[in-house]
């Protein structure tokens, strides 16, 4: 629903000869890619039942519970003020934004669907045929990026940890009032 074409590198026919299916969807959000190493959520969540409905303060409170989820795993994350998204290091950190998880919903009278991808042990190549969420002055990266920059050691269950690490954080988010 907010993708532009101009933001796909290459043609639907040329992402097809890549195996790569393109697919359009109504959510919020801009283009962006999924393939496996990736683990990805859609909530389904009545915000109306939840005092008061503020989807901003929905996007915001996914962020925290990726970010909490992201320390457990050992690498450090934050938000970036005026893009929804989740980005690998803290504050200040060199260089241009690192983009960790990318967040796209859609609501249907208060209910939300849709969610995110969090990049666990996805090839990032296939982000260099789009420009992922519209935003050209990011590098995409992923919790087995991350960890190596930091000198980490290869996890061969990192995949698992990842899982269980977010589904504990979401529950404790949504064990709270999120809106």
């Given at each position: 629903r907010g993708s532009h074409a101009e933001n796909l590198r290459l043609r639907p026919e040329e992402l097809e000869a890549r195996g790569i299916d393109c697919f359009e969807v109504a959510r919020g959000g801009d283009v962006t890619y999924h393939a496996p190493g990736q683990l990805v959520g859609y909530l389904v969540v009545d915000l109306a039942a939840r005092s008061r409905p503020d989807v901003g303060r929905f996007l915001r409170g996914i962020e925290e519970a990726l970010i909490a989820a992201l320390a457990d795993l050992g690498v450090p994350a934050r938000r970036v003020p005026g893009r929804t998204g989740v980005f690998a290091g803290s504050k200040g950190s060199p260089g241009r934004d690192r983009k960790i998880a990318s967040i796209g919903i859609g609501l249907r009278g208060w209910v939300?669907?849709?969610?995110?991808?969090?990049?666990?042990?996805?090839?990032?190549?296939?982000f260099d045929c789009i420009v992922p969420c519209g935003l050209?002055?990011?590098?995409?990266?992923?919790?087995e990026v991350e960890r190596k920059r930091s000198g980490e050691v290869p996890d061969p269950d990192l995949e698992v940890r990842a899982r269980l690490r977010?589904?504990?954080?979401?529950?404790?988010?949504?064990g709270e009032d999120p809106a």
């Amino acid at each position: 629903r907010g993708s532009h074409a101009e933001n796909l590198r290459l043609r639907p026919e040329e992402l097809e000869a890549r195996g790569i299916d393109c697919f359009e969807v109504a959510r919020g959000g801009d283009v962006t890619y999924h393939a496996p190493g990736q683990l990805v959520g859609y909530l389904v969540v009545d915000l109306a039942a939840r005092s008061r409905p503020d989807v901003g303060r929905f996007l915001r409170g996914i962020e925290e519970a990726l970010i909490a989820a992201l320390a457990d795993l050992g690498v450090p994350a934050r938000r970036v003020p005026g893009r929804t998204g989740v980005f690998a290091g803290s504050k200040g950190s060199p260089g241009r934004d690192r983009k960790i998880a990318s967040i796209g919903i859609g609501l249907r009278g208060w209910v939300s669907w849709h969610g995110f991808a969090l990049n666990v042990g996805v090839d990032l190549a296939g982000f260099d045929c789009i420009v992922p969420c519209g935003l050209p002055d990011v590098d995409m990266t992923s919790v087995e990026v991350e960890r190596k920059r930091s000198g980490e050691v290869p996890d061969p269950d990192l995949e698992v940890r990842a899982r269980l690490r977010v589904a504990d954080s979401f529950r404790q988010w949504l064990g709270e009032d999120p809106a």
